[in-house]
């Protein structure tokens, strides 16, 4: 399977500073857009409120029925997010399985291009291609997201200036969910790079559809002969999870990394029906080997009569590449009542009785669990018991536990209910009981993972995931799935888990940092511009004046990142609802302040991904799409009074990838 991929247009949602095994291309520069423009297909953005200029060539999936409206009753997902007043929508003539292709009539094909998207992923079956009349061959195409919001998307069509083209909806998918694709606002020339003013954001996969990639969970985060270690789960066949796989990454200092080969394989030779794979784990230090353990997952509807999950290991005496053990599974079977699964392990030294231990995450009908086992050897592993039991509010599957000590408590964290959970409390070497629980972060993360580096720090990577959206504008680009940064966790004042970028974060700045010294802010400030970067900002509390105050970030005069802190409730939130492309809501968090009444937030941007942190400990992650070039603006606005900011900083970052 191909790793790396080149596609005709660049790739501009790909993070910078956030782990991303997969696609990687080069800087991609469009031609003069006034050079070769020619009239574009008739109709172009269906605002005749009919198919006139378009031809059914076949099959039922368009027709008239097809033309709709902002919004529609029988679409699952909201708004259409059209241009004007119509758009194709590819499931409203006949459904999901019906079949057809739409044809825009012929027009000479301009330097560049640009089109509305939206619909099911599957570039073989749905998409939007632009066919050459005298060959009948299909130049370039684009597939949908699974999502009915259309994204812009476009195309360098300077290799066929001149020639005469046409525009071709082609859904031969029949399947019934997501088996339609939606086609909006065709523009040729300089109009199809702008909006008046503002500059779309290049999107999509200028060539024939090539395999994209997955990205979830980090896993055998573990530091080994002075590298650090990240391993995810991948898939290197499409933008969705199936046939996983481990990749790998190394570092020095757990910012600046390499990607290495894959690490492990999928059990079982690949078929594309079977979504067997090698699931998350952890890696120890092993008397000198790198061990990974891991959850073997088989897909027992493809092997019937099959434990769908055991627990299996590998080593690795160079930290690259890894051999099975021969005894695999370790953990053939799971214990007792656990119904909802059985996964993920994590190992840790229990400082109790200085012996390896390992927790597993899992579930009944009413609640999640974690389940303990013990070993000398790191491969014969004896069940002790059910460590902790929930109480049904957080799910009933508690996946990606992970347990640990930090001064004289312990912490568990683990994901319920598609959010990451911890809890501190006490541990007698069998059972845990937990004193104080919340939110590892307030926002998107799930299946974080911790480690012990070789200096004592326990770090902290999670995957950049929001299980309630079906919205993942990257798809287009042909990945899904990111990586945090790497986090120090700590106690907080109050006895909570807090957590924090590592200090090394620091040596990705690069070029001259923005330094505002004592601000008094009324109304607005601007601060710069920066789609990557790091904005630290302190506030003194005593001395504002305002009841509340705005950072604006990702902001033109069209879009905008709204983070808000209200004095009187002392409430965080973060507001996606203007951001572009992804998913939009609204996050709360209350902060503390400290006794000197400074709240502090540091504050990482990465093209798509926006790390909030607090100075009180509290973690606030987004996914961030948005829509033109311009949408760098920093503002700092304050409501109705006064803000004062002793400092302020903004400093660009560079690529943390090698």
Not at 588 to 616: K, M, P, Q, Y
């Amino acid at each position: 399977m191909v790793l790396i991929q080149t596609f005709k247009s660049v790739i501009w949602l790909l993070p910078l500073i956030h782990h991303y095994y997969g696609a990687l291309t080069n800087a991609f520069s469009f031609p003069d857009c006034q050079k070769d423009q020619y009239p574009g297909p008739e109709n172009p953005g269906f605002e005749t409120g009919t198919l006139d200029g378009w031809t059914v060539v076949s099959g039922t999936a368009f027709g008239q029925g097809s033309l709709v409206g902002e919004t529609d009753p029988r679409s699952c997902c909201g708004n259409f997010n059209q241009d004007g007043n119509y758009s194709v929508w590819g499931y409203g003539n006949d459904g999901d399985p019906a079949v057809g292709i739409l044809q825009s009539s012929s027009f000479q094909a301009s330097s560049v291009m640009s089109l509305l998207v939206g619909g099911g992923w599957d570039p073989d079956n749905l998409y939007i291609g632009l066919i050459r009349d005298s060959d009948n061959t299909l130049l370039l195409s684009q597939t949908g997201m699974d999502d009915e919001a259309y994204i812009r998307i476009i195309w360098d069509t300077s290799d066929w200036a001149g020639q005469l083209v046409h525009i071709e909806a082609h859904d031969s998918s029949t399947s019934n969910s997501w088996g339609h694709i939606n086609i909006d606002d065709i523009r040729v020339g300089c109009v199809a790079l702008s909006d008046n003013t503002l500059t779309f954001n290049i999107l999509g996969q200028a060539n024939q559809p090539a395999d994209g990639s997955w990205t979830n969970d980090p896993c055998g985060l573990s530091e080994f002969r002075g590298a650090h270690h990240l391993f995810n789960q991948f898939n290197q066949d499409s933008p969705f999870s199936a046939h996983i796989l481990w990749s790998h990454a190394t570092s020095p200092d757990a910012v600046h990394w390499k990607r290495q080969p894959i690490a492990l394989i999928p059990p079982f030779p690949y078929n594309p029906s079977d979504n067997s794979g090698r699931w998350t784990g952890s890696a120890v230090n092993d008397n000198g080997s790198l061990r990974l353990i891991f959850t073997d997952f088989t897909d027992t509807n493809f092997h019937p009569g099959a434990e769908s999950e055991v627990v299996s290991t590998a080593d690795s005496t160079d930290g690259v590449t890894f051999e099975l053990f021969s005894g695999n599974p370790v953990i053939a079977t799971p214990p007792p009542d656990t119904p909802s699964g059985f996964r993920d392990p994590k190992v840790f030294m229990d400082i109790t009785d200085n012996t390896w231990k390992m927790v597993l995450g899992g579930g009944d009908s009413t609640s999640g669990k974690v389940f303990l086992y013990s070993t000398s050897d790191l491969v014969s592993w004896t069940y002790v018991g059910v460590l902790i039991k929930g109480d049904g509010s957080t799910g009933t599957m508690w996946e990606c536990p992970n347990f640990f000590p930090i001064g004289d408590k312990w912490v568990l964290f683990y994901g319920g209910n598609g959010q990451g959970w911890w809890h501190v409390g006490r541990y007698d070497g069998t059972t845990f009981v937990s004193e104080i629980t919340g939110l590892l972060d307030i926002g998107s993360i799930y299946a974080a993972q911790w480690y012990v580096d070789e200096g004592g720090r326990n770090l902290l990577m999670a995957w950049v995931y929001d299980f309630d959206t079906y919205k993942y504008p990257s798809r287009v680009n042909g990945y899904v799935g990111a990586t945090t940064v790497t986090r120090e966790l700590f106690l907080r004042d109050n006895g909570g888990l807090g957590s924090r970028p590592i200090v090394e974060i620091e040596s990705l700045a690069s070029g001259d940092p923005i330094i505002l010294r004592a601000q008094t802010v009324q109304r607005s400030l601007f601060i710069g511009n920066s789609s990557v970067g790091r904005l630290q900002l302190s506030v003194d509390i005593s001395s504002t004046t305002a009841p509340s105050f705005n950072l604006n970030v990702f902001s033109s005069n069209a879009e905008t990142t709204v983070i808000t802190y209200t004095l009187a409730t002392k409430t965080l939130t973060l507001d996606t609802t203007q951001a572009g492309y992804g998913p939009q809501g609204t996050w709360n968090a209350e902060l503390t302040v400290s006794s000197d009444n400074i709240l502090g937030f540091d504050i990482l941007l990465d093209h798509t991904i926006l790390e909030i942190f607090c100075s009180d400990g509290t973690a606030l992650t987004a996914s961030i799409y948005p829509r033109y070039e311009e949408s760098t603006g920093i503002f700092l606005v304050a409501a109705d009074g006064v803000v004062t900011a002793p400092d302020i900083s903004l400093t660009p970052y560079e690529s943390s990838w090698a």
